[in-house]
């Protein structure tokens, strides 16, 4: 493999991509690109950095422009639209042209320093290198519910999802390859991960807190993403079951307390015990007919094949690359490239 010396120079036989996502993230998009392009120089002999734009309304656009006008390894692609925390991140993996793809976050909480282990763990034969989440600064309530998730995934999952991982690692690609051709249109890609069976290596780390900037996860979209990996597909009508269950289960757990507060302060009372233990089983019902209906639609989007975005622009990406690589078909297959 080889590259050209100093920042104007082609790209030819890249061993390494990194694919990293964006949205509003103007405060940490340089220090990113800046952090990233040091550690790739050290520890891959050819590298590009595309940056995918979900619909940022800042200056993440035009600080992309200016790298992208600086470092033609740099490649940008701005979607038309948000198009969420899955489609998009998988996105840029699938147009990456690595022998080897990163992918990780704007914000610094997926740590450059570990790309050097990543490297060395794949060229020691792991086809998957992840880095897993051991110690994270977060409530109370959300370390609770996401170990209630994990719980719930691992007793009822179709396949093991590892705790604590959050997308952040290498892919070989051929993993890249295979999973692009699943065509899936609500990719839940760490669980792809898994469900593929490649070999996986997984790095322990600290997460830290973000660089600069605020979140743009919050309540809702922590919840929309965890559904979205439960039942395999996005947000329509047919989710409104599942947001109803978690309603009425909250609701049914009030009951449940109220209950046995009145056990043991009033008396035994037959009236709430009924109503909290229907209110307990049409919480379950509603899950399951959520989660029926979103596989239901999940079959609808497999038939309609739309592409996980679609773009408005992209940058440094040369006239052989001008347009899109095909989701399901790897670019290098097409042309006949081993």
Same mark, same amino acid.
């Given at each position: ?87 998009? #991140? ?28 990543? +490297?060395?763990?794949?060229?020691? =034969?792991?086809?998957? +290198? ?12 959300? =370390? ?96 409104? #079951? ?37 209110? =307990?089983?049409?919480? +379950? ?54």
């Amino acid at each position: 493999m080889s590259a050209a010396d100093g920042t104007g120079g082609a790209i030819t036989g890249t061993e390494l991509s990194f694919a990293i996502p964006c949205f509003n993230e103007e405060e940490n998009v340089v220090a990113i690109y800046e952090a990233v392009s040091a550690q790739a120089r050290q520890h891959a002999s050819s590298y590009e950095i595309i940056f995918i734009d979900n619909g940022s309304t800042d200056r993440t656009r035009s600080l992309l422009r200016e790298i992208c006008a600086r470092d033609q390894r740099v490649r940008a692609i701005f979607n038309n639209r948000n198009y969420g925390q899955m489609r998009s #991140p998988t996105y840029a993996i699938y147009q990456a042209e690595g022998a080897a793809v990163i992918g990780m976050c704007a914000d610094f909480q997926d740590p450059p320093s570990l790309i050097g282990e990543l +490297v060395r763990q794949w060229r020691a =034969g792991a086809q998957v +290198v992840l880095g897993q989440r051991k110690g994270e600064k977060v409530s109370w309530l959300l =370390g609770k519910a996401r170990a209630l998730g994990y719980g719930f995934l691992a007793r009822f999952g179709d396949y093991p999802v590892i705790p604590g991982v959050t997308g952040f690692g290498l892919y070989d690609r051929e993993v890249v390859d295979m999973l692009a051709s699943w065509n899936e249109p609500e990719p839940f890609f760490r669980g792809m991960l898994v469900e593929s069976g490649y070999r996986i290596a997984v790095i322990p780390f600290d997460r830290p807190e973000r660089a600069a900037g605020e979140t743009k996860n919050n309540f809702w979209t922590l919840l929309s993403f965890a559904l979205s990996g439960l039942a395999g597909s996005g947000k329509s009508l047919l989710r409104l #079951p599942l947001l109803l269950s978690v309603y009425t289960g909250l609701a049914a757990l009030i009951l449940l307390i109220a209950t046995l507060v009145r056990l043991f302060t009033v008396g035994w009372s037959p009236v709430m015990m009924v109503l909290t233990v229907m209110t =307990g089983f049409f919480a +379950v019902l509603l899950l399951f007919l959520g989660l029926i209906g979103d596989q239901v639609r999940l079959l609808a989007e497999r038939a309609r094949n739309l592409p996980l975005v679609i773009e408005e622009e992209r940058l440094n990406f040369g006239p052989e690359h001008s347009l899109p690589a095909p989701r399901a078909l790897n670019r290098r297959h097409l042309e006949g490239r081993p």
